[in-house]
C-alpha cells in the first residue's frame, strides 16, 4: 500500500519534469541564434582635462589658456557652452528672487557677519525643468 501512495505521489512530479524538458528543449530549438551578438564595450571617454591660468586666445569657437607653469591648451567651446563671469557687485545690486550664496563669520553682536557673497541675477537663472 506505501508502494501505491509514491507512485500517486511521484507521477505528478514526473509529469511537471517531463513538461519542463520539453519546454527546454523547444526553447533552445527555437531561438534565433543568427546575428546575436554580445554586446560591445562602450566607447571611451575622452578624459577630463582641467587646467587654471590666463586666458591667451580666443576665437568664436575656442579658447586657449596658458597655466602658472607655461604650457597652453585649447579648448573647443560646444554652441551650447554656458558661460559666467566673476565680477565685483554691491549689496545695493541684490534683488528679491536672485541667488545669493554668502560666507559669514561668527560676529559679538549678531550671529553672523556676512563677508563675501556669490550673486546670480533672477533673469540669468535658469527656469525650472
Known sequence: MTRDKLKEAVAPLLGLLAVALV???????????????????????????????????????????????????????????????????????????DWLNGGAISHAQSVYSLTGFVLIPKELLAAPK
Open 23 to 97: 519546454c527546454a528543449v523547444l526553447g533552445y530549438l527555437t531561438a534565433n541564434t543568427r546575428g546575436a551578438k554580445a554586446p560591445g564595450a562602450p566607447a571611451p571617454q575622452p578624459e577630463a582635462s582641467l587646467v587654471q591660468g590666463t586666458l591667451s586666445a580666443q576665437t568664436s569657437d575656442s579658447i586657449t589658456v596658458m597655466s602658472d607653469s607655461g604650457t597652453s591648451r585649447t579648448y573647443k567651446l560646444s554652441s551650447d557652452l554656458k558661460r559666467e563671469q566673476l565680477r565685483a557687485a554691491t549689496f545695493a545690486e541684490v534683488r528679491v528672487g
